[in-house]
Structure formats: C-alpha cells, structure tokens
C-alpha cells in the first residue's frame, strides 16, 4: 500500500512542476506596460555665483562737487580736433573712389568650387542597438509616451492595447555624413473587453527611420508611433 501511494505523490508533483514551468513562460511573453523615459537637458543651467561680500564695511558717501548744469555748456573744437575731423573725410573720398575698381576686379577673379563626390565602394556597416526608443501618441486624449524595448526581448504594451516588438535597431555608421537610426518593429493591437486568449491584430511589420518618419508609418485612427533613437 505504501509504494502505490509514494508512486501516486511523485506523479502529482511532476504535475505541478511542469504546470508551475508552463505559468511562468506564460507570464514572460505577457506584454508589460510601457513606462515613460526623459532625455537629459542638453544645456544644464550654469550655477549661480554668490552675491560678493563687502569687506569695506559701510559705503562711502560721494564726494562734494558742483551739481551740474542744467543746460548742455557746447564745447568748441581744438584745431587738432578739426585738423583731424577733415583728414578723415579726404580719407573716405578716396576709398569710396577705390572700393568700385576692387569690386569690379573680384567679380572677374570669381573661383569655381566642385561639389564633394560620393565615396566608392559599399557603405559601412550599420552598428547595432540593443534597446529602441519610441515614440508613441493617443490622437484622441493627446497622451503621448516616450518609451524603451529590447531588441528580441519582451513585448511593451501602450494603454494595453497597442503592443510593440523590435526584432533590429541598428544606427548609422561614424563615417556616414547623416547620423539616423532604423529599427524594424512589429505592432499589434489587442481590443479591450476580447476573450482572454485571442491572437492581437498586426498593424504594422517593417523598417522605422528616425530621420524620416514619413517612411514607415503606422496607419491607425486612434494611435501613432514612430522610432526616435537606438541606444546601446
């Protein structure tokens, strides 16, 4: 009687812990709900100075003096003041005669520049991202969230209802002249008030560019999203 019960008790525990292996991949690949990043501010406020401290003491009082007139005195010029007053017009005469002729010379002497051509041979190689930033906005309540997901890792959900995967998020090489980032994003939706269980719609598979959002747009009444960066 023992055997047939100890028999009984390991296959109702090998039961439980292929049940407890089975909830918890469940739960992994359940979307978790998306929260919001800041960005640094680009230009901190500088630290303010202390106010400096007077080590005099008290302030002086001004010193006694006439008060002034209150009507301007004219000054007549010094003969050097007028000496010099008519060397700088005979000046200026004599460069707006000469500033024509040395217009005219570097108009003819004018230097053609070629455009830069394009490097040849294959771009570089894109660097890859293990985290994408994006950008994701309610058009009928104006919610919007800036969020990250991990590139092959667990779905993010916004609002519980719009759900992001990004299976890439590459940026652009250092030698490149336009610095972007691409990712390639799935979206899904799943409807509020469904029967628990039901597969969410896909509303969009493909490459994102941050440089151009136009490129890759997600079409939907409601929501939009658009990549922002790729972060390591």
């Known amino acids: 009687m023992k055997r047939p019960a ?104 004018v230097e053609v520049v070629e455009a830069p051509t394009e490097p040849d041979g294959p771009p570089p190689p894109r660097q890859r991202r293990r985290v994408a930033v994006v950008q994701a906005v309610d058009k009928v309540t104006a919610e919007s969230i800036r969020f990250e997901v991990e590139v092959g890792g667990r779905p993010v959900a916004f609002k519980r209802e719009l759900i992001f995967t990004v299976r890439a998020c590459e940026v652009s090489a250092e030698e490149e002249r336009d610095q972007a980032a691409f990712g390639y994003l799935e979206i899904s939706l ?19 560019f941050s440089s151009s959002p136009g490129l890759g747009v997600l079409e939907h009444p409601v929501y939009d999203a658009w990549l922002v960066d790729c972060r390591a």
């Open 6 to 109: 100890r028999i009984v008790g390991l296959v109702v525990a090998a039961t439980l812990a292929v049940g407890g292996v089975g909830v918890t991949a469940a739960l992994n690949d359940r979307p978790q709900d998306a929260r919001p990043i800041q960005d640094p501010p680009a230009n901190p406020a500088p630290a303010q100075d202390p106010p400096p401290i007077n080590s005099l003491g008290a302030t002086e009082s001004a010193p006694n003096a006439q008060p002034a007139p209150a009507a301007p005195v004219p000054v007549p010029p010094t003969p050097e003041e007028t000496t010099a007053a008519l060397n700088r017009s005979r000046e200026a005469e004599v460069l707006n005669e000469i500033a024509p002729v040395v217009a005219e010379e570097e108009d003819e002497e």
């Open 190 to 208: 799943q409807p509020r008030g469904v029967i628990t269980g039901a597969e969410p719609r896909q509303l969009f598979r493909g490459w994102m």
